[in-house]
Nanobody
Framework: QVQLVESGGGVVQPGGSLRLSCAAS????????MGWYRQAPGKQRELVAS???????NYADSVKARFTISRGDAEASIYLQMNSLKPEDTAVYYC???????????WGQGTQVTVSS
């Protein structure tokens, strides 16, 4: 079973930056997409950004030009650089790994990001 380990959440003031990291282990497929979703209290989980094993990226409109998703040096590892953070970015952020063209996916445990003055 794929395991995802996340790190990098925390508390930051509006306008600040944070970087989230996620590493997947025990992967058995080399064609996959990894991404970050977030869920704020009382709201549905939503996609923030994703990147495929081939390097294609996708972003939610609300984070374009502020967030950047990238792959790490290790296989199946990703980063999310979050700049110009806003209070509305406050949520639990979850890492996701999904084998392309399937419903085979795994989730991380979530990391809290709080943007507050």
């Amino acid at each position: 079973q794929v395991q995802l380990v996340e790190s990098g959440g925390g508390v930051v003031q509006p306008g600040g930056s944070l970087r989230l990291s996620c590493a997947a282990s025990r992967i058995t497929f080399t064609s996959y997409t990894m991404g970050w979703y977030r869920q704020a209290p009382g709201k549905q989980r939503e996609l923030v950004a994703s990147i495929t094993s081939g390097g294609y990226t996708n972003y939610a409109d609300s984070v374009k030009a502020r967030f950047t998703i990238s792959r790490g040096d290790a296989e199946a590892s990703i980063y999310l650089q979050m700049n110009s953070l806003k209070p509305e970015d406050t949520a639990v952020y979850y890492c996701n790994y999904r084998v392309l063209h399937t419903n085979n996916e795994s989730w991380g445990q979530g990391t809290q990001v709080t943007v507050s003055s």
